[in-house]
């Protein structure tokens, strides 16, 4: 085998490796017309072909129920000598397009590695006298050797392309999943409340969103977004309970250099900086009244006054804001202005708890399965119907936020490929247990493992898996074993996750 043969096998790209693969063939045997093909369901397809008029047969597929030499070699499993004008077996037809025609064919078959046969390749002599074909039997098995050594180099590139589209397709399939957040349901109620959505999109009004916490809220104010005439217009988030009164201000209607201490230059507010495109304010019954005012304004004129500035400036905006609260009920209580929120609610949406769509609880578990496992590298873990059915009957405080934490929880600590009732944590199988083996606690803040009740969802994913492992290991006496066997995995992986958390005992979760 000489050098150029040699590499061949270096070659990865499935089509440049067949084109000198044929290539190399057609000049060993000193003929000019040869052609690779590749079995394909019930047909065998053209892949590649050299010589005179080569165009014309790349890409021809053939009937497995038509007699073809070909086909013959595929199903056999090996070489043949064809002379085509008494061979049965040759398709005539394919060369009726042809101004010249094959007089002798030499066909071998292309294996993988287990031998099974993939396709076949034809070295065709096309002279009359059919002396430029050398099918001495030594001279041929030799060919055969090389044949089949480059038949797995090229089902190795195939494999290889193959694995590459994959990884490909997988990272544009994460990349995809992270910049775009789907909204998954299709109960009546929530498809009732999608259509909504929809029909505010093609408006320009202003719309209120209401709904308790994790229900996805800002997910349906972008939908709104990218869904209107102002799409590609700046979309600019605040979350009104998140900074003081004085800051909030500032921040959405921006200030003068000189305005206040330490206002040493000019402040573009975010109802400026947004103009033209959409504000989405989140949280907004938790909006001071004093800002309410200026948002009113905002509402009423198109208009903004930023702090320390005597003139208005003209706006356009629409505003899109969001609240967990009950508005009316604060606007008895003299804590929300009622012209403001009959100026914000021209278009209402109120979005409902995961317990009232319970039936979208199994498309959101497979989703969030795909999502996590996408992101992490991860096989696709699954959920044995026993485990789902407790999923769907848990009430979700947290709605969805909630339950995407859960599955990432899963996610980590099952590693069985199935998730089954005992990997899920005791809270949510026996909610109404006054004391929870075993079970993670909901509440963020300065509590010891096990103490306190809040939302799961108000916690980070470190908090959530040291709380969790904390309180395995102290209900256990802080014996790894037995707290390893209570969560599920083995004792190394627990042993491994207690160092990377740097949990030591009696040390406290929160510092």
Known sequence: MNRSNLELFKELNPE???????NSLLKIQNVQRGSIWIKKDNTYVCVEAAGAESNRIKGVILDNRHPSIVGWVIENKKMTVAETKSDRRHYKEVEDCLAVKSSM?????????????????????????????NLDQGYLEQ??????????????????ANEKKKAQNLKSALKESR???????????????????????????????????GTGKELVAEKIYKSSIRKNKPFLVQNCSSIPETLLESELFGYTKGAFTGA?????????????????????GDMPLSVQAGLLRVLQKNEIKPLGETSTRQIDVRIVAATNKNIKQMIAENSFRQDLFYRLSVLPVHLPALRDRREDIPL??????????????FLEKKISPDAMQILVSYSWPGNIRELENLIR???????????????????????DAEIEPYSIPLAAGHNKPGEGTGNLSSMTWPQLEKEYVTALLKKNNWNITWASKASGINRSTFASRMRKLKIKREQRVFD
């Open 264 to 284: 040493n230059h000019d402040k573009t507010g975010l109802f400026e900086a947004a103009n033209g495109g959409i504000v989405f304010l989140d949280e907004i």
């Open 16 to 22: 440049a490796l067949q084109k000198k693969f044929l």
């Open 409 to 431: 929880y899963l996610m980590v600590t099952t590693e069985d490929e199935c998730i089954e009732p005992f990997h899920i944590p005791l809270h949510i199988k026996n909610p």
């Open 143 to 160: 060919l055969q050797n090389l044949v089949d050594i480059c038949s797995i180099a090229l089902s190795n590139a195939v494999l290889y």
């Open 179 to 213: 910049d775009e957040n789907l909204i998954i349901g299709q109960s009546p109620g929530f498809k009732k409340c999608m259509d909504l959505v929809k029909s505010y999109a093609d408006t320009d009004f202003h719309v209120l969103i209401t709904g308790e916490s």
């Open 364 to 377: 959101l578990i497979r989703h969030f399965l795909e999502k996590e496992s996408l992101k992490a590298g």
């Open 105 to 133: 064919i030499l066909c071998f078959p292309l294996f993988f590695r287990d031998r099974d046969v993939y396709g076949a390749v034809q070295i065709i002599d096309t002279t009359l006298e059919k002396t430029s074909l």
